[in-house]
């Protein structure tokens, strides 16, 4: 038996606890022909946006270059929030230190220290779902145009 559906409000409580508390997350691109791309990478959420970092000349860094577009998994297959969200893209010496630093500190690897192939990917939320079962499927949106919903 499944449980209860959440609220929007704890589905928005839930997601952002797990943004502030997971490290990896599923990143997943096209190509300009539309062959997908599924790649598991570390974060940082700052409140606003995440921070990825990856090699430029990667299908992941290549694809989020070319799009400025991406979806992100984060969670389990039963607890999921799927993101879709606008990329910047940035050169790896750009970001302030602390950021580089908070990311480091967070995912245990430090993109700075693997050269100027390396770009940092800053992605802005534009539309969020969460869902656990098939029950929360219904008003499983808990953000829109970049706004999260009442």
């Known amino acids: 038996m499944n449980p209860e559906p959440r609220t929007r409000q704890q589905r928005q409580a839930d997601t952002q606890n797990r943004l502030e508390r997971d490290v990896d997350l599923w990143v ?35 694809n989020l270059i070319a799009s400025g577009r991406v979806r992100l998994g984060l969670g389990l297959v039963r607890d999921v929030n ?20 908070r990311f480091a500190a967070r995912s245990g690897f430090d993109p700075r220290e693997l050269g100027d192939r390396y770009r940092w990917f800053r992605i802005t939320p534009r539309r969020v779902q969460a869902w656990r079962e098939e029950n929360e499927l219904r008003g499983r949106d808990v953000m829109r145009d970049g706004h999260w919903l009442q």
């Open 28 to 62: 997943a691109t096209a190509s300009s022909e539309g062959v997908p791309y599924l790649v598991p990478l570390s974060f940082d959420w700052d409140g606003q946006a995440l921070l990825i970092a990856t090699s430029a000349d990667s299908p992941t860094g290549r």
């Open 82 to 101: 799927m993101i879709d969200g606008d990329v910047e893209v940035l050169a790896i010496d750009a970001l302030p230190q602390d950021a580089g630093d």
